[in-house]
Nanobody, 118 residues
Framework: VELVESGGGLVQPGGSLRLSCAAS????????MMWVRQAPGKGFEWVAGISTGGAFTEYGDSVQGRFIITRDNAKSTLYLQMNRLKTEDTAVYYCAIGYRDYDPRQYRGQGTQVTVSS
């Protein structure tokens, strides 16, 4: 299993970013996927989950209405469109296999840093 996140960066409050997660080493289309994040000095926070075909999605309360999780099974890639970013969205973002319950002991990629600051 390999997950490689990209697309992070520095953005001003109110801005947008699109994260990507390239998956390999397993049959991506058969796995539900999720995004989680870890802010400095804090534990992991579940952000969003998506079903295998992409028809079902769920979001954490803090990002509901601002973030959109999607996937392209043909490209084995997971996405997170982040809109109306806030300073409190600053964190390292990771993709992981699963839908909602994230175990910090499970495999995740190296993450991508998102910094929201003016």
């Amino acid at each position: 299993v390999e997950l490689v996140e990209s697309g992070g960066g520095l953005v001003q409050p109110g801005g947008s970013l699109r994260l990507s997660c390239a998956a390999s080493g397993f049959t991506f289309s058969t796995k539900r996927m999720m995004w989680v994040r870890q802010a400095p000095g804090k534990g992991f926070e579940w952000v969003a989950g998506i079903s295998t075909g992409g028809a079902f999605t769920e979001y954490g309360d803090s990002v509901q209405g601002r973030f959109i999780i999607t996937r392209d099974n043909a490209k084995s890639t997971l996405y997170l469109q982040m809109n109306r970013l806030k300073t409190e969205d600053t964190a390292v973002y990771y993709c992981a296999i699963g839908y909602r319950d994230y175990d910090p002991r499970q495999y995740r990629g190296q993450g991508t840093q998102v910094t929201v600051s003016s």
